[in-house]
């Protein structure tokens, strides 16, 4: 008992630093759009395209390593995403246009995708009385690592560096956890109770079904508006890497104690808040200029804090009978509809900005606006989740499911 303990502890570091690799790709791509589209000529519908490379890799990971995780391993699995971040990295610093850094982007969303598959079920697996508490700190470092990659790519681009050596600085975390895969043990685990036959039926729930479309929703709104928060923000008066790291700063220590807010309130209530204070964040940034950016980004931080984990908690709650494939499947399908508004966003950054242009607008007015528009557009999507969660909410309210509360921790800071 006393040599399992620190193995799984030394498994438990691993997990985390390749967590935070998945998390600076995030943070760091969304510091260098700008960039990118200089260096080569890119209009914001195509770096939408470059985004949406790594939100399609995300889920196509995640659905096939949840599916063969029990035939290929923790090991394969995370030997696996490492290795697709270090090519994914370097042929993102080496690309020499538009279909380079398509490919690439891809290599780093599957690597993303890869860890979530593999490390997940190890550290549940790993410890088995207190999954709870662990699953809890693992994802932490979700929006940790965007609010470190946040800072770098400030400072980095504060300091005049150019982007590649940004990308390059996520190589050092990567090589960390590589060279720990070689020197780590892992455990070998008991796989004859571990099926995923048995929960293809409960897919089709309508209740899950549901739970799908807002995920597709409400994973739009955290992640697609935090991957163009520099060309949303850039020029707002407010260091838009800044408020990255600020809000998901905020997002990481609400979800660190997200338990006891659990307990006393319903999950259901909690993504009805979670949609008013979002919308009400978005429509502030809409309008907001200078300081009073900061503001709404707090605001905004905390509506979506609770987003991700509430939603795997409801369907580990109310829709149990789905399993690790259902979980595994709502998350998968929740990064695939980011990948799919990306280049939406995109677009309307490209709309906007010709529709100031055509005003005889300043240079630096033009990006306002054109920002100020996107953000008006997005705050669609959480008003169409205050309706979605209020009817959830008295569903739950007036059905059998809303029973006790227990079964949601073990999945509350699964993002």
Known sequence: MNSTVPKANRLFVLCCIA??????????????????????????????????????????????????????GAKKLIALAFICHLLGLILTITAEGFLGLLISTFLIGFANGSVEAGCNPLIAESYPDNKTTMLNRFHVWFPGGIFIGALISSAMTQADMGWQLQVGAILVPTVIYGFMILKSQFPQFDRSSHSTLDNLKSLLSPLYLFLVLCMTLTATVELGTQQWIERILGASGASPMLILAMMTGIMAVGRFFAGALVHRINPTGILLASAVCSFVGIYLMSQAEGSMVYVSAILFALGVMYFWPTMLGCVAEYQPKTGALGLSMIGGIGMFAVSMWNPVIGRWIDNARQDAQAQNLGADMTELVAGQTVLSNLSIFPIMLIVAFTCLFFYIRRSKLATSLTPIEDKINQK
């Open 19 to 72: 967590l935070t690799v998945t998390s600076m790709t995030f943070a760091i791509r969304a510091g260098i759009l700008g960039q990118l589209g200089s260096s080569y000529g890119l209009s914001d519908e195509q770096l939408g395209w470059v985004n949406a490379m790594a939100f399609l890799g995300f889920p196509i990971a995640t659905m096939i390593g949840g599916v063969l995780y029990n035939s290929m």
